[in-house]
């Protein structure tokens, strides 16, 4: 095998969540950070927290928000013309 070739041990790396979180762990990095930790993560905590950076929920939300209107107009004119032919 060849010699020198594996990047250094860290035994001590600091792992950084933006939720504020600090750990140490082991790894090749001195420091490492993170957007999601097990403490901040929806599955671990148990709680609904939506992660959005580009308005795309808005954006879905919206477009039901929508169809919903649009549908019910479209009830509302077969009703109309149900009643237009009675």
């Excluded at 420091?31 to 580009?54: L, M, N, R």
């Excluded at 939300?61 to 009830?75: L, N, P, S, T, V």
């Amino acid at each position: 095998m060849k010699k020198n070739i594996h990047p250094a041990y860290n035994e001590k790396a600091m792992v950084k969540c933006a939720c504020g979180a600090h750990y140490t762990i082991a790894s090749t990095s001195p420091s490492i950070e993170v957007e999601i930790c097990s403490q901040c993560h929806p599955f671990y905590t148990g709680t609904k927290k939506i992660i959005d950076t580009a308005g795309r929920v808005e954006k879905f939300h919206a477009r039901i928000k929508k169809a919903q209107e649009m549908g019910k107009k479209q009830a509302v004119k077969k009703t109309q013309t149900s009643k237009k032919k009675k």
